[in-house]
């Protein structure tokens, strides 16, 4: 067997046995990689373009969207980046989205139809998805509702989602439940300034939440 046969018939163990890949499957792979990323970039591309034609429907109980000063605060709290896979489980009007810098894979979930469809979110109560639905993220800012504490249930729930080293900022309503359940956990407390959504017609009292595992 001449040299060139050997090289060839060496080859040809290695990739049965699954030490290196035959060309035609590293293309696939890579093909597989670009598709993946192309599909984030246009479901990026699509809310953007939701966001920036802006939200008609205001009048949905317990909605008081973050004001925009506040929603730039939480999204450098939890230091997003170009790259980040990025989740909002209570999106509302998309406040929060519109202060996430380009180049996050961004995923939106809002329970109410017409407000979904309008930031081209996913339609669906958070409380009923796992990660196996939406996968897991690195980051994860939020407004929950307030009401009958369901802030305290939506937050323990999105802790799930986080990669390891992953960061969640939250707003919450700053009550003595809120405190018990949540105040242990986090990895830092802000007690906000009375009036702090008063812009958004509401004069609760508001906790900033970092968690940080």
């Known amino acids: 067997m001449t040299p060139t046969e050997k090289g060839a018939a060496l080859a040809a163990r290695r990739i049965s046995r699954g030490a290196i890949l035959a060309p035609h499957l590293v293309t696939a792979m890579t093909s597989e990689r670009r598709e993946a990323a192309k599909e984030a970039a246009s479901r990026a591309q699509e809310l953007r373009s939701a966001l920036k034609a802006g939200v008609t429907h205001t009048s949905t109980p317990q909605l008081f969207p ?57 339609c669906a109560d958070f409380l009923s998805l796992s990660p196996a639905d939406i996968g897991p993220f690195d980051r994860i800012v939020m407004n929950p509702p307030f009401a009958n504490a369901q802030d305290v249930r939506h937050i323990l729930h999105a802790r799930q989602f986080l990669t390891p080293g992953g960061v969640l900022v939250a707003l919450c309503a700053n009550g003595p439940r809120q405190r018990a359940a949540l105040q242990p956990l986090a990895t830092a407390w802000h007690d906000l300034p009375a009036g702090s959504f008063a812009s958004e017609g509401t004069g609760v009292n508001v906790a900033l939440l970092e968690f940080k595992p």
């Open 66 to 122: 973050t004001p925009p000063a506040l929603a730039r605060r939480m999204v450098e709290l939890a230091d997003v980046r170009p790259g980040h896979r990025v989740l909002e489980p209570s999106a509302g009007t998309g406040r929060l989205l519109q202060a996430l810098p380009p180049g996050c894979d961004v995923a939106a979930v809002e329970i109410n139809t017409t407000l979904a469809r309008q930031i081209n979110a996913r």
